[in-house]
């Protein structure tokens, strides 16, 4: 009944001082040399874990652009670092998740800024059904060097299985102070409001589930460049929605 | 700034003083430095204690041999050498006038502006545990608050008065093995407070504990319970200061509360332990374990806290929201500079239905020093309809600083609903200028915005406390600006 403080997970980096880990290398590693751009989609169950770097160091005024779309009967495993190592560069990390069943699906992404004025967002939305268990680890360091940097962290996510759960720890670690940081996560219910809307107007209630899923999910979705995939991409989710609601 | 006022800021902060940083020559008893079953077998024998408290205590100390430091926090935690702390610190009764006040403590407590005998005329009537080192030395209003049937009084005097009730709620909150502080503080605790207030009693004064640290080369282990039995109310706080000295100094406290159905309980920090000098040297370890249970129906229980204190700071006042419909607070601002380190937070278990909680953390840190906020939100199978709220924000003065937000939310329930967020942020050059440019000096412009910032969870506090409070977010961050 009582919890004790060992429930905490353990600091990422050194106690209480910056302590920073070596930039990646090896096999796993993406670079993106400086002033270039790197967008790439990832999806679930389609692809092998392999094809996902295990890490991304971005030079300086690179870009990269990285969207996950993780569909039921996938118990998908992302852990991502992003190294920062030069001025000026971008990330932007966008991902949902859908899970059911069995499910289980682990979300770790490391952000590190080393350098100034580098900025990061992340996204990731989740909808949990069935027995599903999803965990978000997401680590944002701001060395102390790295003044002007802005670093967004966002993570939400529906439960709608009695038996699903989730875990969100986002983690800002700062040691810079000229520095626009943020995080927030939230944990939920489908609004009831929006529902009622839907259902007074005459839509299905399964339709009006669909719907609130699909707009939930939308920012994630939006960010496919690719038209063709985008639309394909929609229908599998669309599809896996309507399953995950259960009706 | 240029370089003539940074001088002088320079000067400002090495001549701060710590104003309770003062040692009160008071002939004292000690037992021998150490730990072992020996040392807890005299502090129990000098306290007069039952065998059941004593096997409480060799249990407690049991495990805690079995035990490891915490290594998890995001803290620089020097290596602590426990048998080189005395655990029993007694200031000497004398023998021609057992009952009386010893008046050297009694000027060390006016001194800090704690009154240790009753002043009836005071405006806003608080009653006062005083603890000095390893003892109560005076609890305040006893008498008055004994004709609504609540029990006020040191922890030890509850142990020989109401037995009974220490049995059944002792470590009913926290148990012996809970972590190793709290396992430590369970075999070594000394005294604290007891508070009990009975069915349908509204507490008609605040109560107050004052924890004070004297002696050199030893701890502080006190031990608050609190019961509030149901539909009772009360709103407590806790006050502590200790001396200047260049040796670290260990404060292990344990804190249980229990709060029966409707009753309403308020409990206030105003942590202020000398927190070492400008070089790091020094300073208190505050390492302590809160934690109140909600367990009755509609139950509340409020947190509010402004650590401004200790060199290290590793604390995270929670609430376990068993009754429905219980709902829980926790309001805190955590002010480090130099090199004083914080690693605090809350944890908020929901455990009932429609059970609720609020979290509101401000932390400040400057100059070297390093503030995280570290909490859980756990929503347990039975939290149906749960609603949680967190609020996070950190403001960093100067570039050499670190403000970390470590929060831990758990779902296991699809009804209840949580959120968190989290900013990060130093004090803008415009807000800065806006001041400057009206008359006001660098610091006192910090100032000002420091307290809009921290407004929120200040406004919480008691009066008695909001005006000191207030005093010393100024103080915490003098020099800080540069």
Same mark, same amino acid.
């Given at each position: ?12 980096? &050194? ?36 094809d996902v770097p295990a890490a991304l160091v971005l030079a300086q005024e690179a870009k990269a652009d990285l969207v996950f ?97 989730? %875990? ?18 939230? =944990? ?60 | ?21 003062? =040692? ?93 005998? %009753? ?53 009913? =909150? ?56 149901? &539909?009772?109310? =009360? ?18 406290a344990v804190v249980e509360i229990i709060v029966e159905k409707d ?45 401004? &204190? ?119 050059? %415009? ?50 600006? &540069?």
């Amino acid at each position: 009944m009582v919890s004790s403080n060992s429930d905490f997970a353990p600091a990422s980096a &050194g106690h209480g001082r910056y302590a920073p880990f070596p930039v990646p290398s090896g096999s796993g590693v993406v670079r993106v040399p400086a002033g270039t751009s790197l967008q790439r989609v990832f999806v679930f169950p389609d692809m092998c874990p392999d094809d996902v770097p295990a890490a991304l160091v971005l030079a300086q005024e690179a870009k990269a652009d990285l969207v996950f779309v993780v569909l039921p009967g996938s118990s998908a495993r992302i852990p991502l670092t992003v190294d920062l190592a030069g001025p000026e560069a971008q990330v932007r990390l966008r991902g949902l998740f859908l899970s059911d069943g069995e499910d289980e699906v682990r979300i770790t992404v490391t952000v590190h800024h080393r350098h100034p004025h580098c900025q990061s967002r992340q996204l990731f939305n989740g909808i949990l059904a069935g027995k599903a268990r999803g965990t978000f680890h997401g680590t944002v360091i701001v060395a102390p060097d790295a003044q002007g940097t802005e670093a967004y962290q966002e993570n939400h996510n529906i439960i709608l299985g009695e038996a699903a759960r989730m %875990e969100t720890q986002p983690v800002l670690e700062i040691y810079a102070d000229d520095v626009k940081c943020s995080h927030g996560a939230t =944990v939920g219910a489908l609004d009831e409001n929006e529902h009622f809307y839907m259902r007074s107007r005459g839509i299905p209630e399964a339709e009006a589930r669909v719907l609130q899923i699909l707009s939930f999910l939308s920012p994630v979705l939006d960010a496919i460049p690719d038209e063709e995939q985008r639309a394909a991409l929609t229908a599998r989710v669309e599809e896996a929605a309507l399953r995950c609601t259960g009706l | 700034m240029d370089e003539r006022e940074e001088e002088q800021l320079l000067q400002q902060i090495t001549t701060r003083e710590y104003k309770e940083g003062f =040692v009160t020559d008071v002939r004292q008893d000690f037992i021998p430095k150490g730990l072992n079953e020996d040392i807890i077998r005299t502090i129990s024998a000098r306290k007069e204690e039952p065998a059941w408290l004593l096997e409480f205590r060799l249990d407690a100390f049991r495990r805690w041999q079995r035990m490891e430091m915490p290594r998890w926090p995001h803290l620089d935690l020097p290596e602590i050498d426990f048998q080189n702390i005395i655990y029993y610190a007694a200031p000497r009764k004398d023998a021609d006038r057992p009952k009386e006040i010893d008046p050297k403590l009694e000027e060390t407590f006016e001194k800090l502006g704690i009154p240790v005998r %009753e002043r009836a005329a005071l405006a806003g009537v608080v009653a006062v545990d005083a603890v000095f080192d390893s003892v109560s030395v005076a609890t305040t209003f006893r008498a008055s608050l004994a004709e609504k049937g609540i029990i006020f009084c040191s922890f030890s005097e509850a142990v020989k008065e109401h037995p009974d009730l220490v049995r059944k709620y002792l470590a009913s =909150v926290v148990p012996p093995g809970d972590n190793y502080f709290a396992a430590l503080n369970s075999a070594v605790f000394s005294d604290g407070s007891f508070c009990y207030i009975p069915k349908g009693v509204k507490c008609p004064m605040e109560l107050s504990s004052y924890f004070r640290i004297n002696a050199a080369g030893t701890g502080q282990f006190e031990r608050t319970l609190i019961v509030a039995d149901e &539909g009772s109310s =009360v709103s407590y706080m806790e006050g502590c200061t200790a001396p200047m000295r260049d040796e670290q100094q260990l404060h292990a406290a344990v804190v249980e509360i229990i709060v029966e159905k409707d009753a309403d309980v308020k409990y206030s920090t105003v942590q202020n332990w000398y927190p070492g000098d400008e070089q790091g040297r020094g300073g208190i370890l505050n390492l302590v374990t809160k934690r109140g249970l909600c367990r009755g129906e509609g139950s509340h229980l409020s947190w509010t806290q402004v650590e401004t &204190g200790s060199a290290v700071t590793w604390k995270y006042p929670s609430t376990i929201l068993q009754g429905d419909h219980s709902s829980s607070e926790f309001y805190s601002v955590a002010v480090t500079n130099h090199f004083q380190q914080a690693d605090t937070g809350t944890k908020m278990i929901h455990q009932g239905r429609d059970t609720r909680s609020r979290i509101v953390s401000k932390g400040i840190s400057a100059g070297r020093s390093q503030n995280s906020y570290r909490g859980l939100v756990r929503m347990g199978p039975g939290a149906a309809g749960a609603r949680n709220f967190s609020q996070c924000d950190s403001l960093l003065i100067g570039s050499l600083c670190g403000a970390h937000t470590f929060p831990d939310i758990r779902s296991l329930n699809p009804s209840a609903v949580v959120e968190h967020e989290a900013t990060t942020s130093k004090i803008s050059d %415009e807000q800065l200028f806006y001041c400057t440019q009206r008359g006001l000096t660098a610091e006192d412009a910090v100032g000002l915005i420091v307290n809009g910032y921290a407004q929120e969870v200040l406004s919480r506090l008691p009066m008695e406390f909001a005006v000191e409070a207030r005093a010393l977010l100024q103080v915490s961050l003098e020099g800080s600006v &540069g």
